[in-house]
């Protein structure tokens, strides 16, 4: 197995309310304005996005008004969604940043939201789906989340683990998604599905263990930081090979449907997954043979430094299903409501035995792709500033407040336990020590052949005369 890097090792309307007042969680700023860098890529300037921050609330209303289409474009069924539009179809519309644009929506793959990024509702039908104690906890994961990727990524500039990959940004997307899954169900993740693992029952203490490589590490230091997996959450390893985790999801669908047991299995992968061969043979094959997965694409604009635009001519990921003949949908990925409602669909569908189904939720890497990464190199700062007015906690606080789920002394109170968490999670972990030297022999034959059997006592008895 790959052995740790080194710290040093190199390796993405409505105005806001007044009176919410501001937390460290809302819209991260763009770091190193004055950092000599190398020109930004320069991006196509498609045209604007629904829901983006700078549109007026005439813009807003005419969307509205406009938001009803028949979720039978996505999964064939009869319940109404709605969906956004674009901005300028109402009239007061403010120009929109060219920085927050991606391509249209595809009418195939309307973009399903429930959420406006400044609090409001778009479709108040779906919201009621979500019971509020759902709703609450989704919150209150996506808060201890975001301050558990400031944590390690403090870790890491402190030279105490070797690299970390936020979901800084991405946080509905981890858990709207990890939530509508069943603890019986499987999960292979890729990069930033770690929130997946601790929604599932992954212990913080666990977590940074595995970033560390210690003997509390179920996978005892074997794998590199975030490569979480654990078997009582049903969670397997990702392995840093872009897309080989979608074959593998697929078949372990398929072998559940030859066993006659119901599970479904998620499949994550980010929009730079959809390029690599493995997509493409995931995809085709789970359709062919109706497998229970459900593949999940975090698009959140670039692959490292390699921008969406650049990654396909497609209007976007999810109108690629169709060639594969299983439904596509296009879901605001930063609306924690919008991404839990189409995946609890996508995997009750898949438990009916109907088939797999590909989601693309919309989002943004706010930070670099890992601590080893600097996005000013490649992508302008006015792109980030735009995306974080989108960001999902902000919108989902709004939400909360004004349904009365939530304020100021909620928010000091969860504040206060998160920290003591962290604090408790890191103080045990970084107290273990590292894992046995001979636990290099463990954990691949059921029965260790004679020769390593020789090598581990050579080892012990070593030890012993030290």
Known sequence: MPAKPSPSKPSRSKTSRSRRPSSGHARPAAKGADRAKTAPVKRPTPPADPGTPNAGPGARGAAKTARTVQREAAFGGKTKVKTGRHPRAGAGAAAEPAAARVPPHPPETPLFQVICPDGSVADPDALAEVGPDLLVRLYRAMWRSRELDKRMTALQRQGRIGFYGTSTGEEAAVFGSAAAFEERDWIFPALRQGGVAIWRGYDLVQYVSQCIGNDVDVLRGRQMPCHYA?????????????????????????????????????????????????????????????????????????????????????????????????????????????????????????????????????????????????????????????????????????????????????????????????????????????????????????????????????????????
């Open 230 to 466: 654990e078997r009582d959450i049903n969670q397997v390893s990702w392995s840093s090979v872009i897309a080989s985790q979608l074959p593998q999801a697929v078949g372990a669908a398929v072998a559940a449907r030859y066993r006659k047991d119901d599970v479904v299995v998620a499949g994550y992968l980010g929009d730079g997954a959809t390029s690599e061969p493995d997509f493409h043979v995931a995809v085709n094959f789970a359709g062919v043979y109706r497998a229970p997965c459900v593949f999940i694409c975090h698009n959140n604009q670039w692959a490292i430094s390699v921008p969406f635009s650049a990654q396909t001519a497609s209007a976007g990921v999810a109108v690629k299903a169709k060639a594969y003949g299983i439904p596509g949908v296009r879901v605001d990925g930063n609306d924690v409501v919008a991404v839990y409602l189409a995946c609890r669909e996508a995997v009750a569908r898949a438990r009916r035995g109907e088939g797999p189904t590909l989601i693309e939720a919309l989002t943004y890497r706010l930070l670099g792709h890992t601590t080893a990464d600097d996005p000013d190199r490649y992508r302008d700062e006015g792109e980030a500033k735009a995306w974080a007015e989108l960001e999902p906690l902000s919108r989902t606080r709004a939400l909360l407040e004004e349904t009365g789920l939530w304020d100021e002394s909620r928010e000091h109170a969860l504040a206060a336990v998160v920290k003591s968490e962290i604090d408790r999670a890191v103080a045990q972990a970084e107290g273990a020590g590292p894992p046995a030297e001979d636990t290099l022999f463990d954990d691949v034959y059921a029965e260790l052949p004679p020769a390593l059997q020789e090598q581990r006592d050579e080892l012990r008895a070593e030890r012993r005369g030290r």
